[in-house]
């Protein structure tokens, strides 16, 4: 089984390998490499939309959802606590620091909405 697994991640490497070299020559949009610095920094960006501390890409214009950009907030907390002791250094210090940024910029945007208790 782990044979057969080995082969078709290899497999699939390669075919994607080519694929992105092709579409270089054709001048094409090729995506960028599939990491996890990559994949945290995609949900960081998003949430930092919903914060409204950026525009969406898709209007160019900023809008704020506070729910969704605590989801996301929350997802990368799940990916922080999922992955301990798995990640490499540089990976944990980004996973660190995106969640600190984002967690400031939500409480920020939230704290006139908190009722403390009297």
Excluded: C, H
Aim: glycine share 4%; net charge negative.
């Amino acid at each position: 089984m782990d044979e057969i697994k080995k082969t078709s991640d290899e497999t699939w490497k390669e075919t994607a390998e080519k694929e992105k070299e092709a579409l270089k020559k054709e001048g094409k949009f090729a995506s960028p490499e599939a990491d996890f610095n990559f994949f945290v920094t995609t949900l960081a960006i998003q949430a930092s939309v919903f914060l409204g501390a950026m525009p969406n890409p898709a209007t160019n214009q900023k809008e704020e959802d506070l729910p969704q950009a605590k989801f996301l907030v929350d997802t990368l907390g799940i990916i922080k606590e999922k992955t301990k002791g798995n990640l490499t250094p540089e990976e944990n210090a980004l996973l660190e620091n995106v969640l600190y940024e984002l967690r400031m910029q939500y409480l920020e945007k939230t704290k006139n909405n908190i009722n403390p208790l009297s």
